[in-house]
C-alpha cells in the first residue's frame, strides 16, 4: 500500500528540539519531490518545507534557519529537525508527495501534532 | 508570494444541489492550480490538479476551471460526504506554495 506515516509530535518547550519522522511506503522517495504542510489548531494549511529528488531543500521564510528537511534513503524516511522551537509552530505536521506534473500534493500522511508551550 | 483568497468563506448549500467555489490569485498562476478536500481530523484530498484534471477516484461531479487568477471549483451535486473545506493551491511560482484561506461547504 502507497503511503505515508508521520511520528515524534507531542508537547514541547519553547526554544526546544524536535525531530519528526515521516515513513514513506509502496513507493521510493528519493525519486519523489517531498514537502512537509503544517495546519495550526483550527487553521488554514501552509507550506514548510520541499526536498527535491536531488535533496535541495527549500524553507517558507517563518521557518527558515531553524528547521532542516533531509532523507534517508536507506529507511525511505524523511525527517524535518525542528529548533528554536516557538509557540506558533504548534500545528498538525503533514508530510506529503508533491505530484509528477507540478508541486501540488497528490499523498498525504496522517499527520502528527507538535504542540509547543511552556 | 502570490496570495490566494477564497470565497465564500462558508457556503450552505442543501443535498443534491450544486456548490459554486471561488478562488482568486494575486498574480498569474496560470494553470498551476489545485483544490484539495479536508474533513473534520483527516488529512486534505487531491481532487484536481492543472486547473481542470480530476485527481485518481475522484468523482465526475467535481470540476475545475479557470486560469491566470480566476478559479472556480464546482461540485454538480452535493452528496452527504462533500459536506467539508475545500482549499486551492498555487505552485506556479514557488517557494512558497502558497494555499488560500479555504472554503466551508455546510448543509443548508
Known amino acids: 500500500e502507497v503511503q505515508l506515516v508521520e511520528s515524534g509530535g507531542g508537547l514541547f518547550h519553547p526554544g526546544g528540539s524536535l525531530r519528526l519522522s515521516c515513513a514513506a511506503s509502496g513507493f521510493t522517495l528519493r525519486s519523489n519531490f517531498m514537502s512537509w504542510v503544517r495546519q495550526a489548531p483550527g487553521k488554514g494549511l501552509e507550506w514548510v518545507s520541499l526536498i527535491n529528488s536531488g535533496g535541495n531543500t527549500y524553507y517558507a521564510d517563518s521557518v527558515e534557519g531553524r528547521f532542516t528537511f533531509s532523507r534517508d534513503n536507506s529507511k525511505n524516511t524523511l525527517y524535518l529537525q525542528m529548533n528554536s522551537l516557538r509557540a506558533e509552530d504548534t500545528a498538525v505536521y503533514y508530510c506529503a508527495r508533491d505530484g509528477l506534473n507540478g508541486m501540488y500534493f497528490d499523498l498525504w500522511g496522517r499527520g502528527t501534532l507538535v504542540t509547543v508551550s511552556s | 508570494e502570490i496570495v490566494m483568497t477564497q470565497s465564500p468563506a462558508t457556503l450552505s448549500v442543501s443535498p443534491g444541489e450544486r456548490a459554486t467555489l471561488s478562488c482568486r490569485a494575486s498574480q498569474s498562476v496560470s494553470s498551476n492550480l489545485a483544490w484539495y478536500q479536508q474533513k473534520p481530523g483527516q488529512a486534505p484530498r487531491l481532487l484536481i490538479y492543472g486547473a481542470f484534471t480530476r485527481a485518481t477516484g475522484i468523482p465526475a461531479r467535481f470540476s475545475g476551471s479557470g486560469s491566470g487568477t480566476e478559479f472556480t471549483l464546482i461540485i454538480s451535486s452535493l452528496q452527504s460526504e462533500d459536506f467539508a473545506l475545500y482549499y486551492c493551491?498555487?505552485?506556479?511560482?514557488?517557494?512558497?506554495?502558497?494555499f488560500g484561506q479555504g472554503t466551508k461547504v455546510e448543509i443548508k
Open positions: 493551491q498555487q505552485y506556479n511560482r514557488w517557494p512558497p506554495m502558497t
